[in-house]
């Protein structure tokens, strides 16, 4: 399996976990504060990687990469940041419009 395909399912897998958590909450988080969010975390991934890779903490197999690169970071290592900045603010969404539907029972119930 090479890291590409590895990356799209878990990148799939995170897009369908949003979802789901956004019509589970009712509501979608703030696309500006989700692109805000992703663009720090490409940022800090195109650095850090780089910064990894280059004092040879790891490295990568070259059979299993698309060969594209940001920096030293081959382009499959973004997938996970994009993933965690679509997946975790609905996440949020989702927990916290179950908090306050919970709260309005609790207090409809007085």
Not at 9 to 16: E, N, P, Q, Y
Not at 42 to 50: E, G, K, R, V
Not at 75 to 101: H, K, N
């Amino acid at each position: 399996m090479t890291y590409a395909v590895l990356s799209l399912i878990f990148l799939g897998l995170a897009v369908v976990l949003a979802a789901v958590a956004v019509l589970i909450g009712h509501r979608r988080p703030r696309l500006r504060a989700v692109g805000l969010c992703m663009a720090v975390l490409l940022l800090l991934t195109a650095i850090f990687d780089t910064v990894m890779i280059g004092v040879g903490f790891f490295t990568y197999t070259d059979a299993h990469l698309l060969g594209a690169r940001i920096g030293l970071a081959p382009v499959e290592d973004f997938a996970y940041p994009i993933a965690g900045a679509v997946l975790l603010p609905s996440i949020w969404v989702a927990l916290r419009a179950r908090r306050d539907s919970r709260a309005s029972r609790s207090e409809a119930d007085r």
